[in-house]
């Protein structure tokens, strides 16, 4: 058996694992028996911790400077402004957008907005951008090809937050993961940056400016 085949058997098992924690979080049986951020942050926990097991390689696409912190801060202030631009029509066409958007941004009561803008910021966010595209989106690419690994990965990432029966959510991860995934596909090398970006539009999103 080949490397190669074995690395994609280890991702489909992290993908499997993320379906799991997923449903755990947001399915309708079991969700509002958890503190949600507290269960994010284990999920978090689990699959940085994964990718560090099955693909340690994945640091190497690391590197941290100046350009690469102004580059991820101006990704995700690009994308706060396609989602503010996507909240704004997704009014106009869909009767029940608000009130789905309204049910994701309840996931905050009774939390400390402090803390939950410290665990997306440190935790939450970059560990989604490790397991997301610099482990399953990297080790698919590398056994298919660039854009097949991004469309595969991007489609796990959408398909994982089906079980929260929300539209608006499941369309904001395919918009967001698209996001993600198109540059890592165009630049590979710039990791550091999507993880930069992918902590601070969740802070930005969920807590310190919300649509």
């Not at 640091?59 to 100046?66: A, F, S």
């Not at 539209?167 to 918009?175: K, T």
């Not at 698209?178 to 710039?190: A, D, E, S, T, V």
Request: a positive charge.
């Amino acid at each position: 058996m080949h490397d190669s085949d074995i690395s994609l058997k280890k991702t489909w098992a992290g993908v499997a694992v993320a379906f799991v924690l997923w449903f755990i979080m947001f399915s309708p049986i079991t969700g509002p028996r958890l503190n949600f951020w507290y269960a994010m942050t284990t999920s978090a926990v689990v699959l940085t911790s994964y990718t560090f097991w099955a693909s340690p390689k994945w640091r190497e696409q690391l590197h941290l400077g100046v350009g690469q912190v102004a580059l991820g801060i101006v990704l995700a202030a690009v994308l706060w402004g396609v989602f503010w631009v996507g909240d704004k029509l997704s009014q106009l066409m869909f009767s029940f957008a608000r009130s789905e958007v309204d049910l994701i941004y309840s996931m905050k009561a009774g939390s400390n907005p402090t803390v939950i803008g410290i665990l997306l910021l440190f935790i939450i966010g970059p560990a989604e951008e490790i397991f997301w595209r610099g482990f399953v989106q990297r080790t698919m690419s590398q056994r298919w090809s660039p854009t097949v690994g991004m469309v595969v990965a991007t489609a796990c990432y959408t398909l994982v937050h089906v079980s929260s029966l929300n539209f608006m959510l499941i369309m904001a991860a395919m918009v967001a993961g698209g996001f993600w995934g198109l540059l890592y596909r165009i630049w590979p090398k710039n990791l550091t940056a999507l993880i930069i970006s992918h902590a601070l539009w969740d802070a930005a999103a969920f807590v310190f400016i919300p649509f």
